[in-house]
């Protein structure tokens, strides 16, 4: 098992090291450092001196090396656009975006998986070949029409839920919430569907294939050979079997839904983290966007891990295998 | 019947047809099949890939699954008709008075749940036992099957036995609730030869002294042989023969079940190679007129071409085939 | 286990062998949801190719727009003018025009974007498959990395890159190669895992070692023999990420990342339409945003057919 996590550990450090080569390349060479930082009107001593105090002229290596040290202390310098430390930007912007993303997957999930496993069991049923046909729909549309949708609907027509920010918030230890307040639940509903629906579907539809494919399975025959009640089998033995692959489906979706944050954030103006890349990303902001890559590298890695650690609770194949290997 | 004793059979299949409903219309997998299972008794059904040897067990436990469905005639077991129960009342039989053993014990077994649960479970489904007993009692089960050191082993992972000891752990829970019946479902194809002859003891051992009858399913000659007591040929979808495993191994009338016999080495004393029965069996949807078998048969003759022979009767065993019909005609 | 399982068969015939087979061209006409995807697939199609005959001005030509007809409503509504069937945005753009032409420039970019990544996917994977060692083993892990990251969030990374990189150069000009681009590079790791999958497999037949041995370049005569088992699943990515790309390009412009006002896509449309939602002009939003919905709604439920058809084991 240890030896299993340290190989992990590794894997996912060289997955970090790839993010921040990119993240270095993107913020050394794509456009000049020294031209975001200084106007127009600055001499060539200037910019000259500047790169010198910089460090861009040392060897390459060194520049990456430095960059990471930097990186590993959340130190991912200043934004061109706001003249702020991006870490400080990330701290004001982190809350929003994660309250968003985990609501949106409890969502997901908690309506995702009964719905599978309805359609999977009862899959000649009228209302499971309905859902089969709303899921198609649902990964259909893209996101911001969703969002627009929902918009028109419940703010411009019938006026019951606003249409943008998080309403009002708590700050409790430097996290500021919108959970706590009336305001901020009601805010959060709209986004969070919108957020959650793709993720939704695509949790439905694999819960029902994987749910139909072990159904399939002869321990599942088996297990009905024996006499066992179907709650028992379809509920008990067929379930568990089927959230064994699905749980690192949703443990990467988790991931996806901080990056589709973009576009609900967009679309409902919620101050968080996909709001502040993609202004980065429209003015060229390029260490808000390396910070960015960063702090999602880190994110999906963890999150890579804890699914891993998961997997390997639930599988007791995986354990034997690992401590094998 | 002139073949079952006074007693009343354990299981009774009369005229069971199986039917898979296709786009292009209805396939019949079982046409018309009738045999009895007395306590005790070991009924061996051999045959071919898709002659409806698993089909005929998947029938009798209740579990064909779709489009299959069972479209005439009945199964009594002890009496009791079951092929026209309701599903909660089949689901009751299974385990309880038919135990089932399936062909791979690698994908029997759940892996997510261990052994003593999966034996336990299925005890407290079908006995009035407190969690104490039933573990108890699955102990002493994997100790029936010959698992070493069992009060270790039952909290293990399937995952952690080997085939052979899988499929005895398989045994122990068909055998959990006592059954009448155990229908065994190719038990030891997917086992090592090594291991095939011990799982084959076993379940014979475990039978014999429970007086639990079985329906083992095999296209292996040699497990028959060493096992049965009665023989049922099926090609096809029908028996060609049925008889006392003695006689047919010996003395095998119907064609196919002769080309059968002498494909096992060990029996046939004068032959230097192997027989092969020319060409396979035809396919469901494309059966030949009169006898299934014509096509192949080396001994066919014009009436087979057209005309299906039905069981009959000879001495202890019932031959459907045309060649004693006729003999009998000439006579 | 079974001796008569045609399975030898059935993965060696062709793609095209299987196309010819007439389940599938039967799985097609009974079902009429698949029959109608493909209707309005083709329909919009022909509609944004014949746009320029279908509407009587560009919309995007500054001397045919006049801002008297701006904010018009679609013709069963008060107020509407009959030369504008779907109403005109703020403008005075006829909308109907409008997104027409925005299809064709939607579906010009995820055509032209998939079809790229499809060359570079199978290309790296026929390449990753046949080359093996350190080339493969890199080819590989840039897969990896890049499928943990979102399409959207890999697009829009791109998109900012180059844009930093073009600091100075208008987005109008470039908006159209960028997404292209930015399509490309997101969408060809599936097309490459799979390729090299079948690859690998080629690569040890029997018949590739005996080409080696005669002197022939067996990597051309594996390629004849790769890319037929491939073609099906290469077809049904090819369309899956069809539907993804019309997606992707679609939120980038939404997002304003993409195509500018002056040569919109339908996503460019919904953003511009998206500010008059407030002000009761729902048709300047609607109408793109259905056009979109329902392209991309018929080409995943063909995808979904396809994949059904060319996989019969998930029938």
Request: hydrophobic share 50%; with cysteine; proline share 6%.
């Amino acid at each position: 098992m240890l030896a299993f996590i340290v190989r992990r550990m590794i894997q996912a450090a060289i997955v970090l090291l790839t993010v921040a080569l990119i993240a270095f390349v993107m913020f050394r060479f794509v456009g000049d450092p020294v031209n975001q930082i200084v106007g127009i009107e600055t001499t060539a001593a200037d910019r000259a001196e500047m790169r010198e105090t910089l460090g861009l002229n040392d060897p390459v290596i060194i520049q990456f090396g430095r960059f990471v040290g930097r990186m590993a202390r959340f130190d991912f310098g200043m934004s061109y656009q706001f003249r702020q430390p991006v870490s400080e930007l990330f701290a004001e912007r982190l809350p929003a975006t994660l309250e968003l993303a985990v609501i949106s997957m409890v969502l997901a999930v908690g309506v995702g998986i009964p719905m599978g496993v309805f359609s999977a069991l009862y899959r000649d049923s009228l209302s499971a070949k309905l859902m089969q046909v709303l899921s198609l729909v649902g990964i259909s549309l893209p996101t911001f029409l969703i969002g627009i949708l929902l918009i028109y609907v419940f703010s411009v027509q019938l006026g019951w839920l606003p249409s943008y920010g998080r309403g009002e918030t708590v700050t409790i230890g430097g996290w500021s919430t919108g959970l706590l307040t009336g305001s901020g639940l009601l805010a959060l509903i709209m986004p969070s569907v919108t957020l959650g629906l793709f993720q939704m579907t695509l949790i439905m539809r694999l819960v029902r294939a994987e749910m139909m494919e072990v159904l399939r399975t002869d321990y599942i025959k088996f297990a009905h050979a024996r006499g066992l009640p179907d709650r028992v089998v379809h509920f008990g033995h067929a379930l568990k079997n089927t959230l064994v692959p699905v749980i690192t489906v949703v443990g990467l979706e988790l991931g996806s839904v901080i990056a589709f944050a973009i576009i609900t954030e967009t679309v409902f103006q919620w101050p968080g983290m996909g709001l502040l890349f993609l202004q980065a990303v429209q003015n060229a902001d390029i260490p808000i966007m390396a910070g960015y890559l960063m702090l999602i590298g880190v994110l999906f890695v963890i999150i890579n891990l804890a699914v891993d650690l998961l997997y390997a609770a639930v599988d007791p194949r995986i354990k034997t295998t690992a401590s094998a290997g | 019947m002139t073949d079952i004793p006074t007693n009343e059979p354990v299981l009774s299949v009369r005229d069971l047809h199986v039917d898979f409903s296709t786009r292009r219309g209805a396939l019949k997998a079982i046409d018309g099949i009738s045999f009895d299972i007395a306590p005790g008794e070991v009924l061996g059904v051999v045959g071919e890939s898709g002659a409806g040897k698993s089909v005929t067990g998947s029938a009798v436990v209740g579990l064909i699954e779709p489009p299959g469905h069972i479209s005439g005639g009945e199964i009594r077991l002890a009496g009791r008709r079951i092929d026209n129960l309701g599903a909660e009342e089949m689901r009751r039989v299974r385990g309880k008075e038919i135990g089932m053993i399936f062909q791979d014990p690698l994908t029997s077994l759940n892996p997510l749940y261990r052994i003593g649960d999966q034996l336990t479970e299925t005890i407290r489904t079908h006995l009035p036992l407190s969690a104490r007993a039933a573990r108890a009692r699955a102990i002493d089960l994997l100790a029936d099957v010959g698992i070493p050191a069992p009060e270790q082993r039952i909290d293990s992972y399937p995952h952690e036995f080997s085939g052979g000891m899988r499929q005895r752990v398989v045994i122990a829970l068909a055998l959990a609730a006592e059954p009448k019946l155990v229908v065994a479902d190719e038990p030891t194809t997917a086992l090592d030869v090594s291991v095939q002859a011990q799982i084959i003891a076993l379940i014979k051992k475990l039978c014999a002294e429970r007086g639990t009858a079985v329906m083992l399913v095999t296209h292996d000659m040699g497990v028959i042989a060493e096992t049965a007591d009665q023989v049922a040929v099926m090609y096809a979808g029908r028996i060609v023969e049925k008889g006392p495993v003695a006689d047919i191994i010996g003395r095998p009338m119907h064609p196919y079940a002769r080309g059968l016999m002498s494909a096992i080495p060990s029996l046939v004393s004068d032959a230097d190679r192997l027989v092969q029965i020319p060409g396979s069996m035809p396919r469901l949807a494309s059966l030949p007129d009169g006898c299934a078998f014509h096509p192949r048969c080396d001994r066919c003759f014009d009436i087979c071409t057209t005309l299906r022979p039905e069981p009959e009767p000879r001495g202890a065993r019932r031959v459907a085939c045309h060649l004693y019909t006729h003999e009998e005609m000439a006579s | 286990m079974t001796p008569d399982t045609p399975s030898q068969n059935t993965t060696k015939a062709g793609f095209m062998a299987r196309l010819r087979d007439h389940d599938m061209t039967a799985s097609f006409l009974s079902s009429k949801v698949t029959v109608g995807a493909a209707i309005v697939t083709v329909l919009l199609m022909a509609g944004a190719l014949l746009a320029p005959l279908l509407v009587a001005s560009d919309p995007f030509d500054p001397t045919t727009v006049f801002i008297m007809d701006s904010h018009l409503p679609p013709f069963w509504i008060d107020g509407a003018d009959p030369r504008f069937v779907l109403g005109t945005d703020d403008q005075g753009r006829d909308l109907l025009a409008a997104i027409l032409y925005g299809l064709r420039v939607s579906l010009s970019i995820s055509i032209l974007g998939v079809l790229f990544a499809t060359i570079l996917g199978v290309g790296l994977g026929l390449v990753a498959g046949y080359v093996g060692g350190t080339v493969d083993a890199f080819i590989m892990r840039v897969a990896d990395v890049q499928l943990t990251f979102p399409v959207i969030l890999v697009a829009l990374l791109i998109d900012g890159m180059v844009h930093g990189a073009l600091k100075g150069v208008g987005q109008e000009d470039t908006a159209f190669g960028v997404l292209v681009f930015s399509i490309t590079l997101s969408f060809w790791v599936k097309y490459a895992r799979v390729v090299r999958g079948s690859t690998l497999v080629e690569r040890n037949k029997d018949y590739v070692h005996a080409a080696r041995l005669v002197g022939l370049p067996s990597f051309i005569i594996m390629l004849r023999h790769v890319l037929p088992n491939v073609l099906g699943p290469v077809l049904v990515i090819l369309t899956i990420n069809f539907g993804l790309a019309i997606i992707a390009e679609a939120t980038l412009s939404f997002l304003g990342v993409g195509l500018p006002p002056t040569e919109p896509s339908l996503g460019t449309l919904i953003r511009i339409g998206q500010q008059f939602l407030f002000s009761g002009e729902w048709w300047i939003v609607l109408f793109p945003g259905l056009t979109l919905a329902a392209l991309v709604l018929a080409v995943n439920l063909l995808g979904d057919w396809l994949r059904d058809a060319l996989n019969p084991k998930l029938r």
